[in-house]
């Protein structure tokens, strides 16, 4: 079979409606699986071996650190990292805008209105236009927060407490919807509860503090210092960095600015519109934390599944790309899930498994391989049941 054949069926994938049948499926095992009640939303980025944008192949801000041509990949899992819905958006798109047309996609296609979910996803989707969205549909959300947000949010903590935080510390407080509004009263000392009825220029936030966090963050602040040291002394070269002031040529350090940092090192925080009485501190911080599956799921649709580079260029073309994607994630998932092991694992363990046919004076034989005990296992767990 040519090429051409190939790419010719291959193209008519996406407007033959395959990705709605595969997201039926995929629906329907996660509802199976009961992991509905938390969703995931991350994005990634796939560059193409071309020269030139169009319309869709755009250079835009790369995970990668590359300049090619390239798409923004948006992808909705379950709590488990199991693949519900994946969008294609132009290279240049900012990913903020991504999350709400994904949303509403996957609960339009399943008739999900009004259905109790908690949607997380990390601090790049943080906007007032996607939280007002995700709330106007009657959605829970739990999202990053900024660190340069602390100093508001926690505004009575330092007013009464100083920069001092203990290891696991934990403050339950609330966020403005709107940079402009003040919600936090330094009068009072104890951190305001946040109340949905009546808190409604704001949202509840979150900050823990992790003394490994801060040692982490410390080495970083301390790598970004000394640049900004060595570009003001002239022992670099003159590039964009942290903590530098240029006035016409005169550079000098940032000292408001470092000082502002170091002040929060160690702080994470989070943003939700879930009361305390439903979702205590801890919970919805783990919840934030199962972010890592999106994260696991893109880097194998990277590696194992060979997703990027990309070489098509129709807009037909890539949209069929994904949605394979698409699939070959969500049957990786669920062999990873069955039998306890990777998909790389299961691809090189089963890789050397090969039947034989002999043709001798006219006869055909066709002897199937000898099995060993891992494999048998493998395949025995997939639902497979070799009889050799």
């Avoid at 010719?8 to 995929?26: P, Q, Y």
């Avoid at 899992?77 to 693949?83: H, I, Q």
């Avoid at 194998?300 to 699939?327: C, G, Q, W, Y």
Wanted: with cysteine.
């Amino acid at each position: 079979m040519s090429y051409k054949t190939i790419d010719r069926h291959a193209r008519k994938i996406h407007s033959s409606g395959h990705r709605d049948t595969i997201a039926e499926k995929c629906f329907a095992y996660a509802s199976d699986c009961g992991g509905l009640s938390l969703i995931l939303y991350d994005v990634t980025t796939l560059y193409f071996e071309a020269e030139s944008e169009d319309s869709l192949r755009k250079v835009g801000y790369s995970k990668e650190r590359r300049v090619d041509p390239q798409i923004v990949v948006g992808l909705l899992v379950d709590r488990t990292g199991f693949p519900l819905e994946i969008g294609c958006f132009e290279g240049n798109t900012a990913e903020t805008t991504t999350i709400v047309p994904i949303i509403t996609s996957f609960l339009a296609r399943h008739h999900l209105q009004g259905t109790p979910m908690v949607v997380a996803a990390d601090a790049g989707m943080l906007s007032q236009t996607n939280l007002a969205a995700l709330d106007e549909v009657n959605l829970s959300f739990i999202v990053g927060s900024r660190v340069t947000k602390a100093p508001g949010d926690l505004e009575s903590h330092f007013h009464w407490n100083g920069d001092l935080f203990t290891d696991g510390q934990v403050i339950d407080t609330v966020t403005p919807r709107h940079g402009n509004t003040r919600v936090n009263d330094t009068k009072l000392r104890t951190e305001p509860v946040w109340n949905p009825d009546r808190d409604t220029g704001a949202w509840r936030a979150i900050w823990a503090y992790s003394a490994k966090r801060a040692r982490r963050d410390q080495k970083t602040l301390a790598a970004q210092e000394a640049r900004a040291r060595a570009i003001i002394s002239g022992e670099k070269k003159v590039k964009t960095a942290r903590f530098v002031t240029t006035r016409g040529d005169e550079r000098t350090l940032d000292e408001a600015s470092l000082a502002r940092a170091q002040s929060l090192v160690g702080l994470k925080g989070y943003v939700t519109n879930v009361p305390a009485s439903v979702m205590p501190a801890g919970e919805v911080i783990a919840k934030y934390h199962d972010l890592w599956h999106v994260e696991k799921s893109f880097r194998m649709s990277k590696t194992d599944l060979d997703a990027r580079p990309m070489f098509n260029r129709m807009r037909d073309a890539i949209e069929a790309h994904l949605t394979i994607v698409f699939a070959a994630l969500a049957v990786s998932h669920a062999i990873q899930s069955r039998t306890g092991l990777s998909i790389a694992k299961v691809v090189k363990t089963l890789r050397p498994l090969r039947s034989a046919t002999i043709n001798i004076n006219g006869a055909t034989q066709t002897f199937p391989p000898e099995i060993p005990d891992t494999e048998r296992k493998i395949l025995t767990d997939l639902g497979f049941k070799p009889g050799y």
